[in-house]
């Protein structure tokens, strides 16, 4: 049994958690624009991108909440990339 968690800003899908028997993954719906300097974001899709987390310590890599952080100014930006001064605070 896995369940999927969607979150959203403005209706548009940011990212997804799903949750599986032995790992959860975070779905990033933009995450081709996401800049990944700590190469933890899978995939190849047109536009989204994935991490699989293996133990609950994986949830509080620095790294990821950066991720998630700048995934949600990306969407609060809307249809554009967000700028260095929207993912700034």
């Known amino acids: 049994m896995w369940k999927l968690l969607l979150y959203a800003v403005d209706g548009t899908t940011v990212l997804g958690i799903g949750t599986f028997p032995r790992h959860s993954t975070v779905y990033f719906y933009r995450g081709r624009e996401l ?3 700590s190469g933890l974001l899978q995939g190849s899709g047109k536009e989204s991108r994935f991490i699989t987390l293996h133990s609950p310590a994986d949830a509080g890599l620095p790294a990821l909440k950066r991720l998630v952080r700048e995934a949600f100014k990306l969407g609060r930006a809307g249809g554009r990339r967000a700028s ?3 993912l700034q605070g």
Do not use: A, E
Request: proline share 0%; net charge negative.
């Open 35 to 37: 800049d990944d300097g």
């Open 84 to 86: 260095s001064r929207d």
